[in-house]
């Protein structure tokens, strides 16, 4: 079933992706309407996916690398259908389907077997540390998606730009916020896993680089007031570390989170 589903849910992307490229050229009503159905049906397919997963395992599914992937494709779902509601724009609703569709591609080449924990992940820290990296990169993928909406806007005197730009702003506050608990989490779970808070692990240097990319976002934005064009930049550069940090990393420089 889980594979029916998951292919479901890839057709539902693509058709998203599809309605929403016809609508920059055919703007009618009808495909205004029906743009958001793909994304409902593909929340949903996900919904039953994690449920499944969840009750087979007896447990979240968070324990790998494809359980986190699944994951953050619904939480990114969840929070681009709340930003929706104030801001609804077809460069949106594209950005954020075409986003998904190539993470859910990413995720036919990862395992999806369903496997016992490892001794390293039976912690009751499993949790609080991988559900505040999802949220966290889930708020930096939809800020990713608006910052190349901003790039794609050559009007500076659009009034929607400013929407938009204060969106990316509250966007990467959460995000950076819950990174930042992401990693102090990941440091007393390594403290009590393998004895050190620290070890410079391939995947806490990067999270480490990475948050290092969205303080300095929101320190232009405080001291040096970068608004605009320049911080969408630094949005976009902030996500593609991120990526490189969640996948990358763990195709490239295997360490202690070559499991995750």
């Not at 494809?66 to 801001?87: H, P």
């Not at 820290?125 to 990169?137: E, S």
């Not at 190349?148 to 009007?155: A, D, E, M, P, Q």
């Not at 896993?193 to 990319?213: A, H, I, Q, R």
Request: hydrophobic content about 60%.
């Amino acid at each position: 079933m889980a594979e029916k589903l998951f292919m479901v849910t890839f057709v539902m992307l693509v058709l998203a992706v599809l309605i929403n490229l016809a609508r920059l050229w055919l703007p009618v009503s009808w495909l205004d309407k029906a743009a958001p159905l793909p994304m409902y049906l593909t929340a949903a397919c996900l919904l039953v996916i994690l449920a499944w997963r969840t009750a087979d395992l007896g447990r979240l599914p968070l324990a790998n690398m494809y359980e986190f992937s699944v994951f953050m494709v619904f939480v990114i779902l969840l929070g681009y259908f709340f930003i929706r509601r104030s801001l609804t724009a077809v460069e949106f609703d594209l950005a954020v389907s075409l986003l998904l569709t190539l993470l859910f591609a990413m995720l036919a080449s990862l395992p999806s077997d369903l496997r016992p924990l490892m001794p390293a992940l039976q912690s009751r820290w499993l949790t609080a540390h991988v559900a505040t990296a999802i949220m966290a990169y889930s708020a930096f993928a939809i800020a990713f998606c608006l910052g190349i909406i901003y790039l794609s806007r050559t009007n500076q005197e659009d009034p929607s730009l400013k929407v938009i730009d204060r969106q990316v702003y509250r966007l990467v506050v959460w995000g950076f916020v819950l990174l930042t608990l992401a990693i102090i989490t990941g440091a007393v779970w390594a403290e009590e896993v393998w004895g050190n808070w620290w070890s410079w692990d391939p995947k806490e240097t990067w999270s480490l680089v990475t948050w290092v990319v969205y303080a300095a976002y929101l320190h232009a934005r405080r001291t040096k007031e970068w608004r605009g064009r320049r911080s969408a930049w630094l949005v976009v550069i902030g996500f593609l570390v991120v990526l490189f940090t969640l996948y990358g990393v763990s195709i490239l420089l295997p360490g202690l989170h070559s499991y995750a």
